[in-house]
């Protein structure tokens, strides 16, 4: 939905897309429900407002589209459902279509080729001033990630032109750069892919998070046999990107020295007081920028008594985390993220019970089955949610995401839940400590830390904990890459040995010590892990600090076994939340095991508070082909 | 005629480390080689700009011990302990750490130091091995209050001549000669028979009197008096020397026509050093590591051909380093010019260091 579309223009959308998802199917339910909704019109049932990104499928083991990158210019809810503010945010288009608030919905199966085109029809760079911290970022050189996917993340060698994989490990001098650049991307699904949601963003380090807190994203659902089971492929599938676009707002802009409406500085989505958001209702609360679903604020959707549907979730926020609950309905879970799994777990409504829901921090997915209840109005919210614990505490407030009409329709039959297990995809199962033993068994030890900041950091000073976060990683890069200018520059001058003896090109190097000031954010490229492939390992994450951080890694997905050392009940994933109030003496950890199997070459691990991973809290991967060297292509 | 005269010779993750008679450090490489290392402009770079040509770790007195781990490298500077390098942790949270050496002021006295991941240990002058860093699978062989725990000794244990440090696990040899091993113990690495992980050191089967353990990532090795050699652990590239499991629980003997001298382990591969000078190697060869001009893992100690004379190896996460006669040698990755001036994927012995070079006096 775009600017100026009226209930009118949502619904003829809607529709269109019933239609689209049942094409091919057997039962054509969604077609009634269609029906159904023209009755709307008579007066007796409400409108649906939930509108929903076109759904582009693949068609005999292809789907192949463009996507371009530019600026949209449209407007967008804040809080206030009822007010709309002009926004000039980049965002995706797709073939002949201009950007729209969400890229398409991209639709394939396991052994599948999904080829995305894309172009960059951003403007220019900026000009970097000394003291941006932009200096080192480009807010308009972009590329692509197609998150949690299990594909090759290099660059493929046997073609005529260049094509790329899930590859994101793009240089500062590189990437698919402004002005027309494009770039081919070419995903090869495994047969055996597991069947969910995923989604695809811009990853070009530095200027990630500005460009997935505009309007950069899209679904990708993988399907599998758990999709053709009757019952599921009857149940009408809404997918609900959720999105939380950063933009000024008028009374802000000056703050940052950009246009109301445009998002165009860093310190922007540092700082959660765009004048939009959802006010903190508590001293230990954070402001949180407002929710939309598929560009719409608190959408409605109308199902009958009765009926059946999937729903598919995809936080695509940077930062926040969602805890999901559906007032009087329990949400059926069958993947977490795409990873499915052959029993449901159930959530039922928590308002009354612990408040908590289905939580699913920044990059987390989930697939769910509901089933209307009793005809009535019923909200689907983030119920307050823990986003710092230990010497900082922090909830995000709760919100109203949607509205679910219930209404009576005697015509109906009411469907069914499919019945367990699911079908789920032999790449799942579970990983042995026979298996994990005869491949390596590697314990690695990745650490997320930002240092000092617990020390300083007092959320009864003036200051919020945010804004004070921010304002030393804000000032980070900048300083960071000054600070090793000027002592590399002292190095060249310093060249004094102390010994007689002198090494024929040996240079003297008089390191300073690394200011806590200066080195707020662990360096990106301290540690490259390298991994010979078809290893077993198993890697432990500590988390130093009090944010509940999101780590995410690319390519392969984590089968979760511990948290803070204590075994849980294993599970797939690809983006984990650490708990939060880690300190550097006490950190929290979650630790996981992976296989390393079908894929070589580069890819990246960080924090999926894209803020923190454009600042330096990313470091690589590199799978080694078993054969030798360093390969980048397949 | 002014030589340089190389009494140790150390390689960790990304970097090697020459200990000079002067008590000088030479480093080569990434983090923990001495050297600034730029920040994250390139995603999360390999050091491309990085330079092939050795650093001097700054020095605040000279040393007598070195060890190279991950990022991080330690050293022992009149019976003081010191580490310099990338640390993300600190040192039990606290004194982050530079390429500029700071000193471990929780320990008093060091006499052997050994440095892996996140994970270190010591032995002091009177034999007490002391450990720190983050507490998996209980690597720290002992309480901890902390997960990422400051120095302090482990008790209950006799006096120990060297610890030896792997992914989340230690071993330590005793005065008597005599194993401890303790920690992580995902591939049998441990050689107590099981997979299950030990927080308190225990004692392996392993009956000849043993002079020298290396640790691999998930494999070790251990070296008799007799100049025998047996391996346990992780085998799945045969770096355990055996040909019948993918990994092995308990000490097994590896096969040698001749005795061995020193030995020393890396990333699923291994190297031993026979007394006539000779140097072998099997297990995984992805980088090149193995030295024989290939790519194809050995199941069995293969001689490196046209390499002789050798005094000392070190074998790094996943390039190796040789102390020739004249020259200093190194052949694997050189990702981040931990060998100096070489190919990416050195596959045979490369002479990166003349040592018998005329030094020149100061700049
Ligand atoms: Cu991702």
């Known amino acids: 939905m775009t600017d100026g579309s009226g209930p009118e223009d949502s619904r003829r959308q809607f529709l269109g897309l019933g239609l689209r998802v049942v094409s091919g199917l057997a039962v054509s339910v969604a077609f009634n429900a269609c029906d159904r909704n023209d009755e709307a019109d008579h007066g007796d049932i409400p409108t649906q407002t939930f509108v929903q990104p076109t759904m582009l499928e693949s068609k005999d083991g292809l789907l192949d589209i463009d996507l371009t990158a530019s600026y949209l210019d449209t407007k967008l809810s804040g809080f206030d459902p009822s007010k709309k503010h002009a926004v000039s945010l980049r965002a995706y288009g797709y073939n002949t279509k201009g950007p729209e608030v969400f890229g398409p919905t991209l639709v394939v199966k396991g052994g599948d080729q999904l080829r995305i085109k894309l172009t960059n029809n951003l403007p220019f760079n900026p000009p970097a001033a000394p003291n941006d911290p932009l200096l080192y970022m480009k807010p308009n050189t972009t590329n692509l990630h197609t998150h949690g996917l299990h594909v090759f993340p290099g660059i493929y060698n046997n073609s005529k032109s260049r094509e790329y994989g899930d590859y994101v490990v793009d240089s500062n001098s590189g990437g698919v750069v402004p002005r027309g650049d494009s770039r081919q991307y070419v995903y090869n699904l495994p047969a055996n892919h597991p069947a969910g949601p995923f989604y695809y963003h811009p990853q070009f380090h530095g200027s990630s998070a500005l460009q997935a807190a505009s309007l950069m994203q899209g679904a990708i659902l993988v399907r599998g046999p758990v999709d053709d089971l009757p019952e599921m492929a009857r149940a009408r599938e809404l997918i609900f990107l959720f999105q939380a676009p950063y933009f000024a707002h008028d009374g802000f802009s000056s703050v940052y020295g950009v246009n109301a409406g445009s998002l165009e500085q860093f310190d922007q989505i540092g700082n959660h007081s765009t004048g939009h958001g959802v006010k903190n209702n508590g001293k230990d609360y954070l402001d949180a920028q407002p929710v939309l679903i598929n560009g719409v604020r608190q959408p409605t959707i109308v199902m009958r008594s009765g009926e059946v549907q999937r729903w598919r979730f995809i936080n695509t926020q940077i930062f926040n985390r969602l805890n999901l609950n559906l007032d009087s309905h329990i949400l059926h879970q069958f993947t977490q993220d795409g990873w499915g799994t052959a029993t449901y777990q159930e959530f039922p409504d928590a308002r009354q019970n612990g408040g908590e829901g289905l939580v699913l921090s920044a990059g987390n997915r989930s697939s769910v089955i509901i089933k209307a209840g009793k005809p009535g109005t019923y909200l689907l919210r983030t119920l307050p949610v823990k986003i710092a614990d230990g010497l900082e505490k922090v909830l995000l407030p709760g919100d109203v995401l949607a509205k679910l009409v219930v209404v009576d329709d005697r015509k109906f039959i009411a469907q069914t839940i499919p019945d367990t297990p699911l079908p789920v995809s032999d790449f799942l199962k579970p990983i042995s400590d026979q298996e994990l033993a005869g491949s390596g068994g590697r314990k690695r030890i990745i650490v997320l830390n930002i240092t000092g900041n617990t020390e300083s950091i007092n959320l009864q000073d003036s200051q919020s904990y945010w804004e004070k976060l921010v304002a030393t990683a804000g000032s980070l890069a900048s300083d960071t890459e000054r600070f090793v200018r000027r002592k590399l520059t002292q190095a060249d001058h310093e060249i004094t040995p102390t010994s007689e003896k002198n090494v024929t090109n040996a240079t003297y190097v008089k390191p300073a010590a690394l200011s806590n000031d200066n080195y707020n954010l662990q360096l990106s490229n301290s540690i490259i892990q390298y991994v010979p492939q078809n290893s077993v390992e198993e890697w432990t994450i500590f988390n130093c600090n009090s944010i509940c951080r999101p780590f995410h890694i690319h390519v392969n997905p984590m089968y979760v076994t511990k948290v803070n050392g204590t075994s849980i009940s294993p599970y797939w994933c690809d983006t984990v939340t650490l708990p939060g109030g880690g300190t550097p003496e006490m950190p929290t950890s979650v630790t996981f095991r992976m296989r390393f199997d079908d894929f070589s070459g580069p890819y990246i691990m960080h924090s999926q508070m894209l803020q923190d991973s454009d600042l330096g809290m990313v470091s690589r991967v590199s799978i080694l082909p078993t054969q030798g060297g360093f390969k980048t292509a397949g | ?363």
């Open chain 2, 1 to 363: 005629m002014d030589f340089l005269e190389i009494s140790a010779i150390s390689a960790g993750k990304d970097q090697t480390l020459a200990l000079l008679t002067s008590g000088e450090v030479l480093g080569w490489g990434g983090a923990g080689s001495g050297r600034l290392v730029p920040p994250f402009k390139d995603i999360c770079g390999a050091f491309k700009e990085s330079d092939p040509r050795p650093v001097y770790v700054s020095a605040p007195s000279l040393y007598s011990h070195i060890s190279a781990g991950y990022g991080v490298s330690l050293g022992i500077s009149d019976q003081k302990p010191f580490a310099w390098g990338f640390s993300q942790t600190g040192m039990g949270g606290h004194e982050p750490i530079s390429e500029a050496p700071s000193a471990l002021a929780q320990v008093a006295s060091a006499s052997k130091i050994a440095a892996g991941q996140c994970l270190f240990g010591l032995i002091d002058e009177v034999g007490g091995l002391h450990t720190w860093g983050l507490n998996v699978d209980g690597a720290l062989g002992r309480k901890t209050g902390q997960i990422n725990a400051s120095p302090a000794p482990i008790s209950g244990i006799p006096p120990m001549q060297d610890v030896f440090i792997g992914d989340c696990f230690m071993l330590a040899l005793s005065d008597d000669q005599k194993v401890y091993a303790w920690g992580s113990n995902s591939s049998g690495q441990l050689g107590l028979g099981h997979l299950k992980s030990i927080s308190n050191p225990e004692l392996v089967e392993l009956s000849p009197n043993i002079k020298r353990l290396a640790v691999g990532s998930t494999h070790v090795l251990a070296l008799t008096e007799d100049g025998e050699v047996y391996g346990w652990g992780s085998n799945h590239f045969n770096q355990s020397g055996d040909t019948t499991s993918s990994f092995i629980n308990r000490p097994r003997k590896i096969g040698f026509s001749e005795a061995i001298a020193e030995i020393s382990a890396g990333m699923h591969y291994s190297l031993a050093l026979a007394s006539s000078g000779k140097v072998y190697a099997w297990g995984w060869n992805g980088m090149g590591q193995l030295g024989l001009g290939d790519h194809q893992t050995r199941s069995r100690p293969v001689a490196i051909p046209d390499l002789s004379g050798i005094r000392a190896i070190a074998a790094g996460e996943m390039h190796a380093v040789a102390l020739g006669k004249s020259h200093l040698f190194g052949w694997g990755s050189n990702a981040s010019n931990q060998i100096g001036k070489a190919d990416l994927c050195q596959m045979s012995p490369n002479p990166f260091l003349d040592i018998r070079s005329r030094a020149r006096s100061r700049l």
